[in-house]
Structures are given as structure tokens and as C-alpha cells.
Nanobody, 130 residues
Framework: QVQLVESGGGLVEAGGSLTLSCAASGIASTSINSNAWYRQGPGKQRELVAQINKDGRTNVVDSVKGRATISRDNAVNTVFYLQMNDLRPEDAAVYYC??????????????????????WGQGAQVTVSA
């Protein structure tokens, strides 16, 4: 069973920093397409914060560009991080880690079936005091 466990949330003063961690289990590291962090503020929809693809390319949304860094443990990309600097009150949200992974099964003859799936962490509350 696929499971993502987050850690590192909490209360931070404006201008401060924190690092969120996510550890995935039940997934082979080679089957991971991408790792990502999303967040959902009060009364808002869940939004992408940052993503790192299998080839190492990263994407960080404009609202946190220059303040957020996504990285992963290269030894095992089932462990990844989000470092946030210069936190602002508008960064307060529940942060969720996400993994997109591929499941390959045998098809007819020499064919294989590839299906991509997503898994979510339980969420980590980040509160920023002004």
C-alpha cells in the first residue's frame, strides 16, 4: 500500500524559514514520475507550490519563486523536501506532498499496460505569525 508521511510543519514568524519532509513507502523509486508539494489555505482551493520531475527538472510557482526550493534525496527519490524562506502570512496553509507514479502490468502477448497514479500525504499545517 502506498503511503506518504509528512513532517516539519508548525508555527513560524514572518520572515522565518522551515523545511517540510515527505517520505513515501510502498512505491519503487524507479516508478516515480514526479514529486510535488501543494498547499490549501483557508477558503481556498488546493494549489501547486513546487514540483520536481523524474529527470530532475523543477517547477516553482510564481507566488513563492525565489523563496521555495524543492529537492529530493538522490539516493532514494521516495524522500523529498520543500524549503520555504522569508515566509509571509499568505503562505499559511496546509501543505500536502504528492507523488505521481507508474504501475506497469503485463498485457497481451509482449505488451505492457502503464497506468499513472497519484498519492497524497496527510497534510502539514504551516502557520505564519505576522
Amino acid at each position: 500500500q502506498v503511503q506518504l508521511v509528512e513532517s516539519g510543519g508548525g508555527l513560524v514568524e514572518a520572515g522565518g524559514s522551515l523545511t517540510l519532509s515527505c517520505a513515501a513507502s510502498g512505491i519503487a523509486s524507479t516508478s516515480i514520475n514526479s514529486n510535488a508539494w501543494y498547499r490549501q489555505g483557508p477558503g481556498k482551493q488546493r494549489e501547486l507550490v513546487a514540483q520536481i520531475n523524474k529527470d530532475g527538472r523543477t517547477n516553482v510557482v510564481d507566488s513563492v519563486k525565489g523563496r521555495a526550493t524543492i529537492s529530493r534525496d538522490n539516493a532514494v527519490n521516495t524522500v523529498f523536501y520543500l524549503q520555504m524562506n522569508d515566509l509571509r502570512p499568505e503562505d499559511a496553509a496546509v501543505y500536502y506532498c504528492n507523488v505521481n507514479y507508474r504501475v506497469t502490468t503485463k498485457g497481451w502477448g509482449k505488451n505492457f499496460n502503464h497506468n499513472d497514479h497519484g498519492a497524497w500525504g496527510q497534510g502539514a499545517q504551516v502557520t505564519v505569525s505576522a
